[in-house]
Structure formats: structure tokens, C-alpha cells
């Protein structure tokens, strides 16, 4: 099962910040937390990880509480184009000498509304 | 930079029939793995290949077995097909252990349909 918890849907307004929340409270000292989006009939696209810190790229930034217990994505100028589902996944780097799989929720519907 | 290729993008087969999906992974990377994905569900994940060999495997039946190739492209069969193995099938390529914590990234799928 999945570890996170996300609302199933959000709105946002095309050019303001969408801000997707993460809850992951069982999280451990070894697990990432990972964003992925998928748009329709396209295959999942990696946004953004980070352990601890936050981070930031091209795409997003995120977010993460110090307790590492919930996390946020920021999509800082939403345009139509980002109306996706959002996954939050939490990942073990090394799963028994091999790399973690990602184990995908329902994630988040986003719509970007004009 | 070629990014996850796979084939083909849409199949359709019948109950009883055997399928085989083909991926090429992105440029560089060595891991990969394949998903299942029934319409309005998350994705879900059969097994990881590296090395040539099955490294995880998830909850899924013996129907499913894969290969890896020494060029790191990586067959899904299904043997038996049933009605309930209609969906979206997802490979992701990614870099093994030892090159940080890296991103799995995903092709556009294989859309199976059974009759």
C-alpha cells in the first residue's frame, strides 16, 4: 500500500502558485520523497526528490517539513498545461542491494482553470 | 537524448493468448522496471530487472516473467491472458545503486486490450 496520503482533487487559477500537500507521517531516515505528474494517456513524469532538505528545479520546488512527516509541491506560475494527476511517493534508496520501486497512490487531480 | 521508447503502443489480444512488450531504456540508464496500470488506478509494480536478472518482484502471478537484454532493453511477457490483464503497461529505466539516488523515468506505455 501506499505510504502517502494526497486529496484527490484541487483547483487552481491559470499564473497563481498550486500548492499540492503530502502527508507521509511513517516515512523513515532512509526514504525520499518523490513527485511524479501523469497527463492523460502519457506515461509518468518525473518532477522533483529530496530526503530533507528542500529543493528546487525547473519544473518545482518541494517543500519539506522538518519532521519529514508532510511535504508540498509547489508549481509556482500554473499554466493549462500542468493539469495532471500528482503522485507523492515515498521510496527506499537501497531495497535489499537493489533500488526501490515506487509504490503510486492515487495521487492528486489537478485542474488549471483560465 | 532518447528518452524510454516502447512497443507496441497499442495491442489487442484475446483470452488465453500470449503477449510480449518491448522497452528501450533512456540513453545511460542500466534498471528497469514495468508497471501496470488499470484505467483510473495508480500505477503498480511488477518487477525490476538489472543486471540481467529479476531483482524485486512485485504481487503479481507467474503469468508475468521478463527478460533483460546485455543492452539493457528488457521484455514483459504475459502468458494466459485474461480479461482482468487489460491496461496500461509502463516501463521505467533509471541508474542502479552506486550513482546517488537517482529517478525512475517512465515511457508512454503499451496500451493491452483483451477481447
Known amino acids: 500500500d501506499a505510504k502517502t496520503t494526497q486529496p484527490p482533487s484541487m483547483d487552481c487559477a491559470e499564473g497563481r502558485a498550486a500548492n499540492l500537500p503530502c502527508n507521509h507521517s511513517?516515512?523513515?531516515?532512509?526514504?525520499?520523497v518523490y513527485w511524479y505528474r501523469q497527463i492523460h494517456s502519457q506515461g509518468p513524469q518525473y518532477i522533483i526528490h529530496g530526503l530533507k532538505n528542500n529543493e528546487t528545479n525547473e519544473m518545482a520546488s518541494l517543500i519539506i517539513t522538518e519532521d519529514r512527516k508532510s511535504s508540498t509541491l509547489i508549481l509556482p506560475h500554473a499554466t493549462l498545461r500542468d493539469t495532471a494527476v500528482y503522485y507523492c511517493i515515498v521510496r527506499v534508496e537501497d531495497y535489499g542491494g537493489s533500488q526501490g520501486n515506487l509504490i503510486f497512490g492515487k495521487g492528486t487531480k489537478l485542474s488549471v482553470k483560465p | 537524448d532518447a528518452g524510454v521508447t516502447q512497443s507496441p503502443t497499442h495491442l489487442i489480444k484475446t483470452r488465453g493468448q500470449q503477449v510480449t512488450l518491448r522497452c528501450s531504456p533512456k540513453s545511460g540508464h542500466d534498471t528497469v522496471s514495468w508497471y501496470q496500470q488499470a484505467l483510473g488506478q495508480g500505477p503498480q509494480f511488477i518487477f525490476q530487472y538489472y543486471e540481467e536478472e529479476e531483482r524485486q518482484r512485485g504481487n503479481f502471478p507467474d503469468r508475468f516473467s521478463g527478460h533483460q537484454f546485455p543492452n539493457y532493453s528488457s521484455e514483459l511477457n504475459v502468458n494466459a491472458l485474461l480479461l482482468g490483464d487489460s491496461a496500461l503497461y509502463l516501463c521505467a529505466s533509471s541508474l542502479a545503486l552506486g550513482a546517488g539516488n537517482q529517478p525512475q523515468h517512465f515511457g508512454d506505455g503499451t496500451r493491452l486490450s483483451i477481447l
Open positions: 511513517t516515512i523513515s531516515g532512509n526514504e525520499y
